[in-house]
T-cell receptor, first 115, second 117 residues
Framework: GAVVSQHPSWVICKSGTSVKIECRSL??????MFWYRQFPKQSLMLMAT?????????EQGVEKDKFLINHASLTLSTLTVTSAHPEDSSFYIC???????????FGNGTRLTVT | AQKITQTQPGMFVQEKEAVTLDCTYD???????LFWYKQPSSGEMIFLIY??????QNATEGRYSLNFQKARKSANLVISASQLGDSAMYFC??????????????FGDGTTLTVKP
């Protein structure tokens, strides 16, 4: 089945630094990937749609300059949390489809803690 | 208005019994897809079952079945013969339309299911 790999699975960083999270589709090409954020025991909140070769589409209220998304190839999307602050601490999870009506295939998520 | 509503924040079920997790949705798009995902405490999202808006029959996948009532806009998940490993958070999600929203999905708030031995 389609596999999405997300790295790192957890990261601790200091306030003011930047953190990059990678999302790879291992056995399929993904022209579109989705980045979600999840707070404990809450729903997944879509942050942005990552489009291969073009700019990401951000959801309302998500800061583009804060959460930089790059989708340089058909198998890799990256989310960079810039100048991280403690309120950015959360669970970030990426997903992609291998075809239109397929379910979302999720990475295992990245737990970010900003100290 | 919320597009996906899961009204049960938490549910308990006895091992080996069946349980129904509720999901209602709101869309004006004639073409949409409904999905259920399971999220154990470890955090990964596991796809369980899919129902397309044009599917005539209710979807089934092993112990999972989807009670799809289109007129009522509900897509309840039924888990039969519950197992301890079914304890997790369950999310209902909807993808709207083939040409809109890049196929992005909206998730409900989730239901935490606890299976009692």
């Amino acid at each position: 089945g389609a596999v999405v790999s997300q790295h790192p699975s957890w990261v601790i960083c200091k306030s003011g630094t930047s953190v990059k999270i990678e999302c790879r589709s291992l056995d399929f090409q993904a022209t579109t990937m989705f980045w979600y954020r999840q707070f404990p025991k809450q729903s997944l909140m879509l942050m942005a749609t990552s489009n291969e070769g073009s700019k990401a589409t951000y959801e309302q209220g998500v800061e583009k300059d804060k959460f930089l998304i790059n989708h340089a190839s058909l198998t890799l999307s990256t989310l960079t949390v810039t100048s991280a602050h403690p309120e950015d601490s959360s669970f970030y999870i990426c997903s992609a489809r291998d075809r239109y009506n397929s379910p979302l295939h999720f990475g295992n998520g990245t737990r970010l803690t900003v100290t | 208005a919320q597009k996906i509503t899961q009204t049960q924040p938490g549910m308990f079920v006895q091992e080996k019994e069946a349980v129904t997790l509720d999901c209602t949705y709101d869309t004006s798009d004639p073409s949409y897809g409904l999905f259920w995902y399971k999220q154990p405490s470890s955090g990964e999202m596991i796809f369980l079952i899919y129902q397309g808006s044009y599917d005539q029959q209710n979807a089934t996948e092993g112990r999972y079945s989807l009670n799809f009532q289109k007129a009522r806009k509900s897509a309840n998940l039924v888990i039969s013969a519950s197992q301890l490993g079914d304890s997790a958070m369950y999310f209902c999600a909807m993808r709207e339309g083939p040409e809109t929203n890049a196929g992005k999905s909206t998730f409900g708030d989730g239901t935490t299911l606890t299976v009692k031995p």
